[in-house]
């Protein structure tokens, strides 16, 4: 049975670095449900967040520890018990006739969303939550149609009051 593990990377920002750390990965037979990356308060570290999929347990922890000691890494949280904010941003085009406009404007209120474009045969919205919170989204747009979805992945931050490079 695989398990889900939640893992914030500090990296050097530098070419090939996500090349790497995927390939260690896939090397391992683990799966990549999430991936973003993004500049941090630091200009030469770059964060890498990861949901991955493990179903080796044993070999987990010396996985991580490979990761750890690739050249450009600086450090690796593992983020999965620590109950971290998580956010993805997406953007769902979906089919909207002019009779359907003001439930589609309904819904995207009550999600806290927003429409971002408006065509006469479609909508544009943009969504940000916890995942559950897009696929549930998602789930009440099937009616409309849904034309597009575009989902970033899932960004995390630790509950903690010291930053995650400490």
């Not at 990549?32 to 630091?42: F, G, L, M, R």
């Not at 209120?109 to 939550?129: K, Q, W, Y």
């Amino acid at each position: 049975m695989k398990q889900q593990h939640i893992l914030s990377v500090l990296v050097e920002n530098s070419p090939g670095v996500l090349t790497h750390i995927s390939s260690l990965l896939s090397r391992r037979g683990i799966n990549i449900s999430s991936i973003a990356a993004s500049s941090t308060e630091e200009p030469d570290i770059t964060r890498i967040s990861l949901v991955v999929e493990v179903s080796d347990y044993e070999a987990w922890a010396e996985i991580l520890n490979q990761l750890e000691n690739l050249i450009q890494v600086t450090k690796v949280i593992e983020m999965t018990n620590e109950s971290p904010i998580a956010r993805e941003l997406s953007l769902i085009k979906v089919k909207a006739s002019p009779d359907q406009r003001a439930e589609i404007t309904n819904v995207t209120d009550i999600f806290r969303a927003r429409i971002v474009d408006v065509h006469p045969e479609s909508m544009v919205i943009e969504l940000t939550g916890e995942s559950q919170k897009v696929d549930a989204f998602c789930d009440l747009m099937q009616r409309f149609g849904i034309i597009e979805i575009i989902r970033t992945g899932s960004v995390f931050m630790s509950r903690a009051p010291e930053a995650a490079a400490e």
